[in-house]
């Protein structure tokens, strides 16, 4: 089992940054794949990014592509999502989740974590 805590959100203008951090505590944290989701008041929650066991397969969203990059510190027990040029878009929670690494896996699906973050406030002002 892991426990996911998410920090480093806030309020930000339009085209600045920020950078998410989710910490996972249990053991084995490698052995889990990671994303991140959001979800807006009234909406859905969606897809943001994912991040394979190792770190060497990486998953957007279309309409973060070439903003957003997911990472992974497998040492530190830590997945970071890194935004750039924010939008008033972009403003929800975000949230991290886990699932125990497995052969076949949608890493775009909600339904496919076991585990989920508390989430962490992001607000783009326009």
């Known amino acids: 089992q892991v426990q996911l805590v998410e920090s480093g959100g806030g309020l930000v203008q339009a085209g600045g940054s920020l950078r998410l951090s989710c910490a996972a505590s249990?053991?084995?944290?490698?052995?889990?794949?990671m994303g991140w989701f959001r979800q807006a008041p009234g909406k859905e929650r969606d897809f943001v990014a994912a991040?394979?066991?190792?770190?060497?397969?990486?998953f957007y969203t279309d309409s973060v592509k070439g903003r957003f990059t997911i990472s992974r510190d497998n040492a530190k027990n830590t997945v970071y999502l890194l935004m750039n040029t924010l939008k008033h878009e972009d403003t929800a929670v975000y949230y991290c989740?886990?699932?125990?690494?497995?052969?076949?896996?949608?890493?775009?699906?909600?339904?496919?974590?076991?585990?989920w973050g508390p989430g962490t406030q992001v607000t783009v002002s326009a």
């Open positions: 989740a886990a699932v125990l690494a497995r052969g076949s896996w949608n890493p775009n699906r909600v339904n496919e974590y076991d585990y």
């Open positions: 249990g053991r084995a944290f490698s052995s889990y794949a």
């Open positions: 991040v394979n066991w190792s770190g060497g397969s990486t």
